[in-house]
């Protein structure tokens, strides 16, 4: 009789053993393969937030920005211009100009209490397509007039504010000078990205330049809908465009050189990255287990079959056949299994903010599982690999073990 036939005739005979296996297996596999379709989630949500809140994917900025300072000093000039030359070269890119400035927040009861919080001014015609501007808001309605605002919920409830007060952040204008400008609050919005939500307020472009000394400037412009395929080298095509478009004192830079998205991702990477090896091994341990409880209560039977003629390399080998087939079932189910649950949770969510709050991290924490094909597969032969491994030198030790011993063992 062929080793398979005798494997597969031995799998049923013993059909608890058989199921508790392939059930360590899945249980196993389910758990590495949906910690690599959360990672996934994960990083596509920080790269989200990165390219609608902070950098895009292209951030076209002054050449002496610094980071640091955050002076207005260093702004894209004539900014409509270079719009219009960005648009007229990249048509299907969407573009959005911006002015950030940081902000000081007096309690209007008590004046010896401060808040720090930012300010940005965006055209919201613009943002209503680049952000989702209006779908953000939680409480009133989009700006309409002048010095009107939406205003992140959790800065909105550290000021003690709600739609239709008033508040004046102190700021610096472009000259250096403080200057103290009173808005209304009529809506209150919830955003992906953390900082906008606790400390951002956003205000219309067309009001603050005036106030800022900032008429026809912004402090950057984001682009986004590139791809990363071709990021780098549209990166050098803006840069030299701008270039030759007399703009010299602004160029493109990459999302992944500028601000602390990309840091993120890559931080956030290696420690998940950790995470999933840490998996990986906890996985690896259950299935070498199960597997080694399996060769070693099966030592009076391998007497019996090596008392009956078959050698030492036949038993190994039904023995690799028998597990080989139970790793491949219970990797299966548990990959299988995996996709299940991550299927609906990718049209609707894994919401960790409640969990999150207060952390600022450059990500929503309302995260998306993906299923990948590359981590899946990977998952599926390596739970598989290491089911059918693992039972190579327990089978081959006992093997070698004298006929009458094993037959005398319990």
């Keep these: 009789m062929k080793l398979r036939n005798i494997a597969i005739r031995n799998l049923k005979r013993n059909s608890k053993r058989s199921i508790l296996s392939i059930t360590a297996t899945a249980i196993a596999t389910f758990a590495i393969s949906f910690m690599f379709s959360f990672i996934a989630g994960l990083a596509n949500d920080m790269r989200n937030v990165s390219f609608n809140y902070s950098t895009g994917e292209i951030l076209v900025r002054n050449i002496e920005f610094d ?6 000093d260093r702004a894209v000039d004539n900014y409509k211009s270079v719009l219009e030359v960005l648009r007229r070269n990249y048509p299907s890119f969407e573009f959005s100009p911006r002015i950030k400035f940081p902000s000081t927040v007096f309690d209007k009861e008590d004046y010896d209490k401060s808040y720090i919080s930012s300010g940005v001014a965006v055209n919201f015609e613009t943002e209503e397509k ?9 409480e009133g309605k989009m700006p309409s007039g002048p010095r009107e605002v939406i205003m992140g919920h959790g800065l909105a409830s550290e000021l003690n504010l709600k739609v239709g007060d008033k508040f004046t952040p102190i700021t610096t ?9 009173t808005f209304i609050i009529t809506a209150l919005g919830r955003f992906a990205d953390s900082g906008f939500s606790n400390k951002t307020f956003i205000v219309s472009l067309e009001d603050l330049p005036k106030m800022l000394k900032m008429e026809g400037s912004v402090s950057d412009i984001l682009i986004k809908g590139i791809g990363d395929k071709n990021l780098e080298s549209k990166v050098n095509e803006i840069s030299s465009l701008l270039k030759d478009s007399g703009f010299n004192s ?25 995470i999933g090896i840490f998996f990986f091994f906890l996985a690896s341990t259950v299935i070498a287990n199960t597997m080694l409880m399996v060769v070693f209560e099966r030592r009076k039977e391998i007497g019996t079959i090596t ?6 390399r036949e038993v190994i080998r039904l023995f690799f056949i028998e597990a080989l087939y139970l790793g491949v079932i219970g990797a299966g189910a548990g990959v299988i299994l995996s996709i299940i649950v991550v299927i609906p949770l990718h049209r609707i969510g894994l919401d960790l903010s409640g969990l999150t709050a207060g952390i600022e991290m450059g990500a929503s924490f309302n995260i998306f599982p ?15 690999f290491v089911a059918a491994f693992v039972s190579f030198f327990p089978s081959r030790g006992a093997s070698k073990v004298d006929p009458v011993v094993a037959l005398r063992s319990e």
């Design 67 to 72: 980071e640091k300072s955050f002076s207005l």
């Design 130 to 138: 680049y952000l989702g501007l209006k779908d953000k808001i939680i």
């Design 173 to 181: 204008t472009r000259r250096g000078a403080s200057t103290g400008i």
């Design 250 to 274: 602004i160029k493109g830079y990459s999302w992944k050189d500028v601000g602390v998205g990309y840091s993120f991702l890559q931080m956030a990477d290696y420690a998940y990255t950790i």
């Design 307 to 312: 008392a009956m003629g078959m050698t030492s």
């Design 370 to 384: 993906e299923v990948t094909i590359k981590s899946t597969l990977l998952v599926f032969f390596y739970s598989t």
